[in-house]
């Protein structure tokens, strides 16, 4: 009798595929969370800078000051912008907005710590003035991931932007 020869894998080779693809697996895993965080990071900046834009028109469209108000709590960092009395909103540790006197919210952001996402800004507020059309006090605001990287806007008193990207 002729013995034919079998097919398929053996136990040794399918051991050795599954060691690799762990070992695979073990690699892109924190490269990819890494990557999702700097994503992360991006996408609150551009929402950043659109939320910003959005205010100056509005100021400069409805003759009111609006306020730009920033918030970090051990749970987590955002902002709120409003039309009202320049303290009146605030956002509380689980990042919720709390309005009082009759503001007008028209934006927040929360970040909260566990994304590994961060919004840190040099001024506690920024008052956009529609009648001289600019915003008082001039600061940065700086969003990042956890490694680091992400971008940091300067705010001019015209209301103009610049953005960096900080590696």
Same mark, same amino acid.
């Given at each position: 009798? +002729? =013995?034919?020869? $079998?097919?398929?894998?053996?136990?040794?080779? !399918?051991?050795?595929?599954?060691? &690799?693809?762990?070992?695979?697996?073990?690699?892109?895993?924190?490269?990819?969370?890494?990557?999702?965080?700097?994503?992360?990071?991006?996408?609150? $900046?551009? @929402?950043?800078? =659109?939320?910003?834009?959005?205010?100056?028109?509005?100021? &400069?469209?409805? !003759?009111?000051? /609006?306020?730009?108000?920033?918030?970090?709590? $051990?749970?987590?960092?955002?902002?709120?912008?409003?039309?009202? +009395?320049?303290?009146?909103?605030?956002?509380?540790?689980? !990042?919720?907005?709390?309005?009082?006197? !009759?503001?007008?919210?028209?934006?927040?952001?929360? /970040?909260?710590?566990?994304?590994? *996402?961060?919004?840190?800004? +040099? %001024?506690?507020?920024?008052?956009? +003035?529609?009648?001289?059309?600019? %915003?008082?006090?001039?600061?940065? %605001?700086? *969003?990042?991931?956890?490694?680091?990287?992400?971008? @940091?806007?300067? %705010?001019? &008193?015209?209301?103009? &932007?610049?953005?960096?990207?900080?590696?």
């Amino acid at each position: 009798m +002729n =013995a034919t020869p $079998s097919r398929g894998f053996t136990v040794i080779e !399918g051991l050795v595929c599954l060691s &690799i693809a762990s070992l695979l697996t073990a690699v892109a895993v924190p490269a990819s969370s890494a990557l999702m965080q700097r994503h992360r990071a991006q996408g609150q $900046s551009s @929402q950043f800078v =659109a939320h910003f834009h959005q205010a100056r028109m509005q100021s &400069i469209g409805n !003759g009111a000051s /609006l306020h730009l108000r920033f918030f970090e709590h $051990s749970t987590g960092t955002g902002y709120t912008l409003h039309q009202g +009395n320049r303290d009146a909103c605030t956002l509380t540790p689980q !990042g919720l907005p709390d309005c009082t006197d !009759g503001a007008q919210l028209i934006a927040t952001e929360w /970040l909260p710590a566990e994304r590994g *996402v961060r919004l840190q800004a +040099n %001024v506690a507020r920024m008052t956009l +003035n529609p009648g001289t059309m600019t %915003v008082t006090p001039t600061g940065s %605001v700086t *969003v990042r991931d956890s490694s680091g990287t992400g971008h @940091q806007h300067t %705010v001019a &008193i015209t209301g103009r &932007i610049r953005s960096e990207v900080l590696r």
